[in-house]
């Protein structure tokens, strides 16, 4: 089913949150993950390029854009610093879970941005990563990690105990090829955005093969390189198709439902940035904004890097409790916010 027969889905965007930054404080820097607490704060990973490695932090904000603080920052490998960060969730304790692929290891963070623990190391074994991706944690506090170039999805307790791993590498249904988002659905199934495989593979939590969803391609419900996957109470899969430059949304069955660029506006604080700074603003008022390209340079990075609107590095997709949309863009630094239409 095509994206445009599908008439019972619509996804509305709402706004957009974020610009950039070479300083600590507002602003984000190649951000590749996003969680919301329950009274509504909005925390973001900051993973930042090696120009900018100081800059790695979490950062919050709430819905209004004010800037709240920050925590985690100071790159390096000590208690509460990080180095490579690439994902975060919540558990019911709103403690923070971050993983770092340099490390090998997951960092625990307070609601206060407080370090509390962290565990794991580098490794092939129980409980040991090769560069840990993306997290997830079920209803039960149970810890789901992409075990990116170990090519399997290891289980653990709230405070890091092993409990079950999945997969090896390949292509097979179950295996894997470098997975890197992940995440749980309200029936405890598990989601995994199977990298290098373009497709999104369902289990249950115990690592029983569920579904396979996708294949290689720029179509409606194919995929190159997705990076994160989201789903909600429905079923409906929200997919960010890293090396299309897009949001996909897919059917609990699988069809495609929705398929998308990004439609970005002037998030509040790159408003004010050319309100204090006129001669960006009319240079940027002077600019197209969505140019022509030539035919071999019409492939998706391009368009998007010259696109503004565009999702440019859609890393990673999260849901929150009132079902808002985050798209998580690295390259523009920036976050685009949906809801569905009920």
Known sequence: MSAQTATAFQLDYVKTVGSVTVQLGRGFVNPYDVAVSQDGRIFVLNRCDSARANLVRVGIINWEEDYLGEFGKGYGPDDGKLMLPVAMALDSQERFHITDEHTHQVS???????FVKKWGGPGSGDGEFNGPAGIAIDADDHIYIADQHNHRIQKF?????????WGGAGSEPGRFNMPWGVTVDAQGDVYVADWRNDRIQKFTNNGAFLASYGESGDGNGQFHRPSGVAVDPEGYMYISDWGNERLQVLSP????VDNRRGQATLS?????????NPDERETRAVSNLFPDLPPHLSVPHHVSSQTEAYFWGP??????RGGRLFVVEANRHRIQIYQRSK
């Open 157 to 165: 307790t709230a405070d890091g105990q092993y409990v079950a791993q």
């Open 268 to 276: 509040k604080w790159a408003a004010e940035f050319f309100e204090v």
């Open 108 to 114: 625990i963070f307070d609601l206060s941005g407080d």
């Open 253 to 256: 069955d699988g069809d495609c």
């Open 315 to 320: 890393v990673s997709v999260r849901l929150d």
